[in-house]
């Protein structure tokens, strides 16, 4: 509990300076603003009828697992001897020590704020590398980002290189796999809603297999609980203030 109080303070001191340095369409772990928003902030950059029409989704791969240490020491606006400490505590399972020579612990009350310092100017990246009439938009929810751009090239030949460079020195990397050009009338899935456009109307639903692997975890609750009062039913995730697009979220990534 003192350790956690710990980084609660250090939080407070450290949470106004990173709000200072944010990437304007970042979404996650900032007062005032949720998984919702970044939604409508990808649904104002592409429903328009001169929107950009081709779509980077970017998947960083093992992104808070792989974060590198020596970065965040360096770059981090905090008491450097505290930061290293933490990063370096590792976890304890079954009475073994396991150290941590990479990435940020999950779990600690300021590991989302700092782990959202290594992402933040990512978005001025991006802009930087093309001419502002290239309709380039930025939407980041955490790790998941999409970038906007009007044509193919643009997105493969000058703003995924300058993606990559920034990650690299941070430690991180994008997945080959996962990450991909999409144009619009073809659909991709972001934060758990299917984006597609049909004409000049753009539609968003809910992802068909985020919501398949909901009703499988609801279904699975109310088995386990089969005489149980309704509140015991209470999905867990929404007892925590989650809403439906962040559970949707987990479930597909």
């Given at each position: 509990m003192k350790d956690r109080a710990i980084q609660a303070l250090y939080k407070l001191a450290l949470a106004p300076v990173a709000e200072t340095l944010a990437d304007r369409n970042s979404y996650s772990f900032r007062e005032g603003r949720s998984c919702a928003d970044a939604v409508a902030a990808a649904f104002n950059a592409l429903s328009k009828p001169n929107s950009a029409t081709w779509i980077l989704e970017g998947d960083i791969k093992g992104c808070f697992d792989n974060i590198s240490h020596e970065w965040m020491i360096e770059n981090i606006p905090m008491d450097k001897i505290?930061?290293?400490?933490?990063?370096?505590?590792?976890?304890?399972?079954?009475?073994?020590?396991?150290?941590?020579?990479?990435?940020?612990?999950?779990?600690?009350?300021?590991?989302?704020?700092?782990?959202?310092?290594?992402?933040?100017?990512?978005?001025?990246?991006?802009?930087?590398?093309?001419?502002?009439?290239?309709?380039?938009?930025?939407?980041?929810?955490?790790?998941?980002?999409?970038?906007?751009?009007?044509?193919?090239r643009i997105l493969e030949e000058n703003i995924k290189p300058v993606v990559e460079e920034f990650l690299t020195e941070r430690g991180l990397e994008l997945s080959p796999e996962k990450t991909v050009v999409t144009y619009i009338t073809k659909r991709f899935t972001f934060l758990g809603q299917t984006f597609r456009k049909h004409g000049r109307r753009l539609h968003i639903t809910p992802s068909i297999k985020g919501v398949l692997a909901?009703?499988?975890?609801?279904?699975?609750?109310?088995?386990?609980?089969?005489?149980?009062?309704?509140?015991?039913?209470?999905?867990?995730?929404?007892?925590?203030?989650?809403?439906?697009?962040?559970?949707?979220?987990?479930?597909?990534?």
């Open positions: 505290i930061l290293a400490k933490w990063l370096k505590a590792g976890y304890v399972e079954d009475g073994i020590t396991y150290p941590s020579r990479k990435g940020t612990p999950q779990g600690g009350i300021i590991s989302p704020t700092y782990s959202n310092m290594v992402l933040d100017g990512l978005e001025n990246a991006v802009h930087n590398a093309v001419p502002r009439r290239s309709r380039i938009n930025f939407v980041r929810y955490a790790d998941d980002f999409i970038i906007t751009g009007k044509s193919k909901l009703k499988q975890k609801v279904g699975t609750l109310i088995r386990k609980h089969i005489s149980a009062p309704m509140p015991v039913l209470t999905y867990p995730m929404l007892q925590k203030g989650h809403s439906y697009c962040e559970i949707q979220r987990e479930h597909v990534l």
